[in-house]
Nanobody, 118 residues
């Protein structure tokens, strides 16, 4: 069983920045494709950004492209989401999602709350 632990959420003012981290317990984390999802109150969970297992390919939802950057450090079993120029529309619980390319089994973290408010 792989555990994903997110951190870095919190309260930030509009225009501010946060960096989320997702640390995996599996030492073969380099074999996982990883994504960040978010779910705002009353809304469906949506894909925010994804990164290939080697970090070579990334993708973003249009609403965050140019403001958010996903990256990974496989030596630390960690994926990051740098979020800049935050707005109230970014307020949500952010979840880390990982899927092994070997087993195809998916895993979710417990989520971290991001609140953008003045």
């Amino acid at each position: 069983q792989v555990q994903l632990v997110e951190s870095g959420g919190g309260l930030v003012q509009p225009g501010g920045s946060l960096r989320l981290s997702c640390v995996a317990s599996d030492l073969t984390f380099r074999l996982y494709a990883v994504s960040w999802y978010r779910q705002a109150p009353g809304k469906e969970r949506e894909l925010v950004a994804g990164i290939a297992r080697d970090g070579g390919n990334t993708n973003y939802v249009d609403s965050v492209r140019g403001r958010f950057t996903i990256s990974r450090d496989n030596a630390k079993n960690t994926v990051y989401l740098q979020m800049n120029n935050l707005s109230s529309e970014d307020t949500a619980v952010y979840y880390c999602y990982a899927r092994s390319i070997v087993t195809q089994r998916p895993y979710w973290g417990q989520g971290t709350q991001v609140t953008v408010s003045s």
